[in-house]
T-cell receptor, first 114, second 110 residues
């Protein structure tokens, strides 16, 4: 079945450590996105990529980094500069059709600080 | 992109229709209305979208008012599995500018 796979489901970060969240899609979508969700808040965009080897900052990019070396993959690194990383992280993808840009989401990664 | 207003919570009896309202009074002519839902600790799931006309698919129906300032998502026969947070979003060909509000928390009761 086609879809988006995020791993791991749960991740723990130690003080000063960088951690990388994986996101893979086999939907042949050009666009991919990373969102952060905190309790009681809506989804906030961290980074997005419209095409391979190109990505743009979203609303809350500080303390995060991404890469897009392959169409299928869009990993997110939470760096030690992100002082409040505990949150639910969601990866999504979409086609580039302005009449039908529905987002397909992964099942999410819950990141916690030890 | 325009913002939306939704009630924070709603209840519905199992087997009855669930009607979830959404106000988007500042919607532009080229903006679509999208509905997603999120079951606890999962990623949001696309439900339906529309521009002007009413739409129906296997999951739900979307009714958009003639002036396009509001819409209603209808789940015709709600089940316990429909308990989720429902998000109404308006956008025009630019996912990176989506504004996700808090949605409506729908509780389907037996």
């Amino acid at each position: 079945d086609g879809g988006i796979t995020q791993s791991p489901k749960y991740l723990f970060r130690k003080e000063g450590q960088n951690v990388t969240l994986s996101c893979e899609q086999n939907l042949n979508h050009d666009a991919m996105y990373w969102y952060r969700q905190d309790p009681g808040q809506g989804l906030r965009l961290i980074y997005y990529s419209q095409i391979v080897n190109d990505f743009q900052k979203g609303d809350i990019a500080e303390g995060y980094s991404v890469s897009r070396e392959k169409k299928e993959s869009f990993p997110l690194t939470v760096t030690s500069a992100q002082k409040n990383p505990t949150a639910f992280y969601l990866c999504a993808s979409s086609i580039a059709d302005p009449t039908n840009e529905k987002l397909f989401f992964g099942s999410g990664t819950q990141l916690s600080v030890l | 992109d325009a913002k939306t207003t939704q009630p924070p919570s709603m209840d519905c009896a199992e087997g009855r229709a669930a009607n979830l309202p959404c106000n988007h009074s500042t919607i532009s002519g080229n903006e679509y209305v999208y509905w997603y839902r999120q079951i606890h600790s999962q990623g949001p799931q696309y439900i339906i979208h529309g521009l002007k006309n009413n739409e129906t698919n296997e999951m739900a129906s979307l009714i958009i008012t003639e002036d396009r300032k509001s819409s209603t998502l209808i789940l015709p026969h709600a089940t316990l599995r429909d308990t989720a947070v429902y998000y109404c979003i308006v956008m025009a060909g630019n996912n990176r500018k989506l504004i996700w509000g808090l949605g409506t928390s729908l509780a389907v009761n037996p």
